[in-house]
Each structure stands twice: as C-alpha cells, then as structure tokens.
C-alpha cells in the first residue's frame, strides 16, 4: 500500500469532523467505494480530489498531504 500515510490522515481528519464515509462521500459525489479505498491506501488520489476533501473536511491541502517530517507526499 503505497499512500498508507495519506490514507491515515483522511480517515483521521474524517472522524475527527464527525463525517461518516457515506456523508463525505455525497458531499464530494463520489462513491463509498472510492472514499473507502482511497482511506485503504490502495487508491491513488488525484489532487483535484484530495482538493476537495481538504475543503470538504475544513483542512488546509499542505495539512493533508504533509508527510512526518513536514513536506508534502510525493508518491
């Protein structure tokens, strides 16, 4: 699973909001599914969707996508 890390923070942040998967995933007119694997890690996301997200979850894109040691994702 290669955006282990990445697929951490959504769910973390998700919960936090107090989103279920089924709310985000209406509010960004994905599917559960999508949602679900991108939160797997075994989904790669597009940065248009991780835009989204953020805004979705009142996130700042640099907060979701930071990796450990304070840069962005790259894989």
Known sequence: M????????????RKLKGFTQQELAK???????????????TRKP?????AQIADALGVDYGELTAD????????
């Open 46 to 50: 597009e940065a248009q969707l991780l």
């Open 68 to 75: 450990d040691n304070g840069g962005l994702q790259t894989k």
């Open 27 to 41: 509010r960004l007119e994905v599917s559960v599914a999508v949602l679900g694997s991108l939160e797997r890690g």
């Open 2 to 13: 290669e955006y282990d890390q990445l697929a951490q923070r959504v769910r973390a942040f």
